[in-house]
């Protein structure tokens, strides 16, 4: 579930942690700030849990 839509992992998708390191859906930390890609189908073929400073420069961005 991201924000109040429940979205599908896809078939091979990964899940980077701030150290861009692969972890498995289940360590993914509740409310962790994220960004995620799809693939054309609309199913989430990336997320990246963010850090401060990525943070911190897409809200700059503008981009949130």
């Known amino acids: 579930k991201i924000g ?3 979205l599908r992992l896809a078939p091979g998708g990964v899940i980077y942690d701030q150290s861009n390191r692969s972890i498995i859906h289940a ?3 509740a409310g962790a700030e994220i960004l995620y890609t ?7 073929q990336r997320i990246y849990i963010l850090t401060d400073q990525e943070r911190e420069h897409l ?3 503008g981009r949130r």
């Open 38 to 44: 799809r693939n054309q189908n609309g199913d989430i």
């Open 59 to 61: 809200a700059r961005a």
């Open 4 to 6: 109040s839509r429940v």
């Open 27 to 29: 360590h993914l930390p």
